[in-house]
């Protein structure tokens, strides 16, 4: 191999690098984002609530450095296949963590509604379902630096888990809206809370497929999303 040739490789080799370094840290944010809002929810912590809306603003600045990291290098570097998958999944993750981030930001916006909260005993679930959500951020990220397909299929594979604990909070919300009217205000945003944390999951797993693409060229087998029709949209910054 030439000198030039291998200077070419390794500057191809470093923007690469840097790309994921750059995906990483956005993942690295959201799902510490999502964390700090569940525990500004749970601790009734505004000033935690208020960082993770604030700090919602680096995410975004990071997905708009991402898409021009990437547009640079398909422009300059003319990769081809599995190098070229890699980029243009690069810049459709960094849509997606960006999303996360909107999703923890909303779940912080609504900590101020809890001042004069009642007991309700479905809130206590709810830090077992983040965990589960960040988990699969953080693992799907894993797999995207290392290009591991087979650990993005296990991402896809928790996503039930959290379908589980949403479905157990929806019942007992209801059930406890209909046993006290006082109830329904803030049964409705722990509601919204929960969606807010099972979209999370679904994008976990829209992240895996895109990384076992990235790595393998082959597409997963569809999966049906029925909670997409009835997913609550990142609300617009007012």
Do not use: C, W
């Not at 953080?138 to 959290?162: M, Q, T």
């Amino acid at each position: 191999m030439s000198n030039t040739t291998e200077h070419t490789v390794k500057a191809f080799d470093d923007d690469i690098g840097e790309l994921r370094a750059l995906v990483s840290e956005m993942g690295g944010l959201a799902e510490t984002a999502i964390g700090d809002a569940i525990h500004a929810l749970i601790r009734y912590d505004l000033e935690t609530a208020a960082r993770v809306v604030e700090q919602d603003d680096r995410i975004d600045e990071l997905e708009a450095e991402v898409e021009r990291h990437a547009v640079r290098l398909i422009a300059l570097r003319a990769p081809l296949a599995d190098d070229l998958r890699e980029a243009v999944a690069a810049m459709k993750i960094a849509t997606v963590i960006e999303r996360i981030g909107d999703y923890a930001k909303n779940i912080a916006k609504r900590v101020p509604v809890f001042e004069h909260r009642v007991e309700i005993e479905p809130l206590s679930i709810l830090p077992a379902m983040a965990q589960i959500v960040s988990e699969m951020v953080h693992n799907v990220l894993d797999a995207f630096a290392a290009r591991d397909a087979e650990k993005a299929k296990e991402v896809i594979e928790r996503d039930e888990a959290v379908d589980d604990f949403y479905n157990s909070l929806f019942r007992a919300l209801l059930t406890y809206m209909m046993e006290n009217s006082h109830n329904i205000t803030q049964s409705t945003h722990l509601l919204f809370i929960a969606k807010n944390l099972e979209r999370v999951g679904d994008h976990a797993t829209n992240i895996a497929e895109m990384v076992h693409f990235a790595a393998t060229g082959e597409y997963l087998d569809d999966r049906v999303d029925v909670s997409e029709t009835f997913a609550p949209e990142p609300e617009e910054d007012s």
